[in-house]
């Protein structure tokens, strides 16, 4: 038993609840003698009234029913009164029975009085609750702006409840797809109709906002009701997290605006906590590119399994700083290191690794703008995206890391740019450093994240705040989306399911078309099409039109997360085809945009650069574009076996590219 606090407040609770005993077992007795009582009858009442009620209050103090504070009295502490009284129901036969043989107490009294007991003690409880509440809130929810709320299950019910105590919101109606639903009400709230009816009952009640009260929805049920509010002319507001709104003490916060994430309609993340924990927790890991969209977001996952310190190596300075500043406020217990380093100077590499000895690397340093890459920049493309990440790895190699988690691209499935051909330049070379120093190495693949630098949505923000047009290259091109949250959480889960040598491939879902999120973005910022136009400016230069992910049945494999494939095993790379790749990677000699194309082409034989760009093999000679008639060149692949040609891919389980993505 715990001691409790004889506050003014606890000393109230107790003499009240001393009045109910006096008045349970008094009117119980007297009940007993239909309200008729003689005067040994009466007797017999003031003699075992002290030993009642001293027995019930022992029990009340000891299940702790004076911790609980009365304007906040739920259901459980219905269930403490319930077990308190049960227990003293007990205890009182079997006093009175050891006293002289119960004294003729009538045994009725001893099943009406608890029953009275819990009607008097708990309903006490709540119409106070009831007083406190109502005249707290009664004048704020006056004050509140109408809101309907879409839906009727137990996420409406705790959101109308929060709600309530809210100056900002006065909840007027529920709205629910069941129609057997319609009539009745939660918590004094009438369900007031279906979703179809949302226009008709805004109308009626002069409601301008609808919050999406359905935490389990899909994202086509979450479209459906942007939708509707949308032809209504209605605000549509959802919250984010209702779990983690009703803990937040800025509960009222949480509740925002319709964004595109819940629209795109990703499924919840769930991560292997366990071993995760194994791999991180107690280990110093480093993430180079750790400024970046992904790069940051995987800090901060990381942070959560409480590593023994972080090394952050980012060659940004201020992206550096931003990042750390961010994990020292959320986690003022973690050691940072942020180490401001090029992944191209193996000599600052080695001096990280030989100071701080990571054990798990997670290299997410990368550039990814594809049509920057392809012209002016094709040289620093191969430098950052294939030399850097081929130097973190014989780092890691030399300094007997655990584990090296590389960060790829969907870019890198039969890839027609040139940063897409160095990404998968770097997943071979992986591999074959794999094969050579038995360092464990992980690469995922995945699509674009949703407000990542360099991604479409910051731009179209952009150009919806100018006020349009919103510039998209082509109405039928596609793409992949996955917020950033979640393709880092699925970073870190297949690093720790990988064993080495694997290709993870991301389950991204349906692709989208551009156009489509173009229009979702003007709607959600509140326009139309009249007033903020598209303008189609046709396809870039390395630009597909389809992006490629390899994740069917026919080219990957399932794991045990839902989310996760891997990629199907091929013929590794030889020793010969590593020496080549080498000696080009180690030349500093200027190379020119198309004579990169050109080596590209013939290291990674399923690289297609675009027809309207020169390509320059590695003799000086000018390759004819692909599809054109052209003498075959054969290059040593997979472990000296049979040499193939640049046009031909050395994985066989490649899916052909859609004919619309021919250029």
């Given at each position: 038993m715990r001691r409790i606090a004889l506050g003014p407040q606890t000393l109230v609770a107790i003499a009240f609840d001393t009045l109910v005993a006096v008045g349970a077992w008094s009117l119980a007795f007297i009940a007993r003698y239909q309200f008729s009582v003689l005067p040994e009858q009466l007797y017999l009442l003031y003699a075992t009234l002290p030993v009642v009620v001293a027995v019930e209050l022992a029990c009340f103090i000891y299940f702790g029913l004076y911790r609980g504070i009365w304007r906040y009295a739920s259901m459980y502490d219905v269930k403490r009164i319930v077990t308190a009284v049960g227990a003293s129901a007990l205890i009182i036969p079997i006093v009175f029975l050891l006293w002289r043989h119960g004294l003729g107490i009538p045994r009725v009294l001893y099943f009406i009085n608890p029953l009275l007991l819990i009607l008097f003690m708990g309903g006490g409880r709540i119409v106070y609750r009831w007083f406190k509440e109502h005249r707290q809130f009664s004048e704020l929810r006056r004050q509140?702006?109408?809101?309907?709320?879409?839906?009727?299950?137990?996420?409406?019910?705790r959101l109308l409840l929060e709600l309530e105590r809210s100056p900002s919101w006065q909840v007027i109606g529920l709205l629910d797809d069941n129609p057997s639903k319609v009539g009745r009400d939660i918590a004094g709230c009438v369900v007031m109709g279906t979703w179809d009816q949302v226009m008709g009952i805004a109308r009626r009640t002069d409601c301008r906002h609808v919050i999406f009260a359905t935490p389990g929805a899909d994202a086509q049920q979450r479209r459906r009701a942007f939708d509707l509010c949308e032809k209504a002319g209605l605000e549509l507001m959802v919250v984010?997290?209702?779990?983690?709104?009703?803990?937040?003490?800025?509960?009222?916060?949480?509740?925002?605006?319709?964004?595109?994430?819940?629209?795109?309609?990703?499924?919840?993340?769930?991560?292997?906590?366990?071993?995760?924990?194994?791999?991180?927790?107690?280990?110093?890991?480093?993430?180079?590119?750790?400024?970046?969209?992904?790069?940051?977001?995987?800090?901060?996952?990381?942070?959560?399994?409480?590593?023994?310190?972080?090394?952050?190596?980012?060659?940004?300075?201020?992206?550096?700083?931003?990042?750390?500043?961010?994990?020292?406020?959320?986690?003022?217990?973690?050691?940072?290191?942020?180490?401001?380093?090029?992944?191209?100077?193996h000599r600052r590499l080695v001096e990280v690794f030989e100071r701080f000895k990571p054990s798990v690397v997670f290299h997410a340093a990368a550039y990814k703008h594809v049509p920057m890459l392809e012209e002016?920049?094709?040289?620093?493309?191969?430098?950052?995206?294939?030399?850097?990440?081929?130097?973190?790895?014989?780092?890691?190699?030399?300094?007997?890391?655990?584990?090296?988690?590389?960060v790829s691209t969907d870019k890198a499935v039969?890839?027609?740019?040139?940063?897409?051909?160095?990404?998968?330049?770097?997943?071979?070379?992986?591999?074959?450093?794999?094969?050579?120093?038995?360092?464990?190495?992980?690469?995922?693949?995945?699509?674009?994240?949703?407000?990542?630098?360099?991604?479409?949505?910051?731009?179209?923000?952009?150009?919806?705040?100018?006020?349009?047009?919103?510039?998209?290259?082509h109405p039928e091109?596609?793409?992949?989306?996955?917020?950033?949250?979640?393709?880092?959480?699925?970073?870190?889960?297949?690093?720790?399911?990988?064993?080495?040598?694997?290709?993870f491939v991301l389950e991204m879902g349906e692709p989208m078309r551009i156009a489509d999120l173009a229009r979702d973005m003007i709607r959600l910022s509140g326009f139309t099409e009249d007033d903020i136009g598209i303008q189609y400016t046709g396809l870039r230069p390395g630009e597909k039109l389809f992006e490629e992910l390899l994740a069917s049945d026919e080219t990957t494999l399932p794991t045990r997360h839902p989310k996760l494939r891997i990629s199907r095993t091929t013929d590794p790379v030889s020793g010969e085809w590593e020496s080549a790749v080498s000696n080009w990677l180690?030349?500093?000699?200027?190379?020119?945009?198309?004579?990169?194309?050109?080596?590209?082409?013939?290291?990674?034989?399923?690289?297609?650069?675009?027809?309207?760009?020169?390509?320059?093999?590695?003799?000086?000679?000018?390759?004819?574009?692909?599809?054109?008639?052209?003498?075959?060149?054969?290059?040593?692949?997979?472990?000296?076996g049979e040499p193939v040609s640049p046009n031909r891919g050395n994985i066989a389980a490649l899916k052909p590219r859609p004919e619309s993505d021919a250029t």
């Open positions: 509140g702006r109408p809101v309907l709320l879409m839906g009727a299950g137990d996420g409406a019910r984010p997290d209702l779990d983690q709104m009703i803990g937040s003490p800025k509960r009222m916060s949480e509740i925002r605006h319709i964004e595109l994430d819940d629209l795109l309609g990703r499924d919840e993340v769930h991560l292997d906590t366990s071993g995760l924990s194994q791999q991180l927790t107690g280990k110093i890991v480093m993430v180079t590119g750790a400024g970046g969209s992904i790069g940051s977001e995987l800090c901060r996952q990381i942070a959560r399994f409480s590593p023994q310190a972080m090394v952050l190596f980012e060659l940004n300075e201020f992206a550096l700083y931003q990042i750390s500043e961010n994990l020292e406020r959320l986690h003022p217990e973690l050691r940072i290191w942020p180490v401001v380093g090029d992944i191209k100077e002016l920049n094709s040289w620093e493309a191969v430098r950052n995206n294939t030399i850097g990440t081929r130097l973190v790895a014989e780092t890691c190699a030399a300094y007997k890391v655990e584990k090296l988690v590389f039969n890839p027609t740019n040139v940063m897409g051909a160095t990404k998968r330049l770097a997943e071979l070379i992986l591999q074959r450093i794999h094969l050579r120093t038995g360092l464990p190495v992980v690469m995922v693949r995945f699509g674009n994240v949703l407000g990542s630098s360099g991604s479409v949505i910051p731009k179209f923000r952009e150009q919806i705040a100018r006020g349009g047009p919103i510039t998209v290259t091109i596609t793409r992949y989306f996955m917020s950033i949250t979640e393709a880092a959480q699925l970073v870190l889960q297949a690093g720790q399911m990988g064993e080495g040598n694997e290709i180690e030349s500093r000699k200027p190379v020119s945009d198309s004579q990169v194309r050109g080596w590209l082409r013939r290291f990674v034989p399923e690289y297609a650069p675009p027809a309207d760009l020169e390509v320059i093999d590695p003799n000086g000679a000018r390759i004819a574009p692909s599809g054109q008639d052209e003498p075959v060149k054969l290059v040593l692949v997979a472990g000296g």
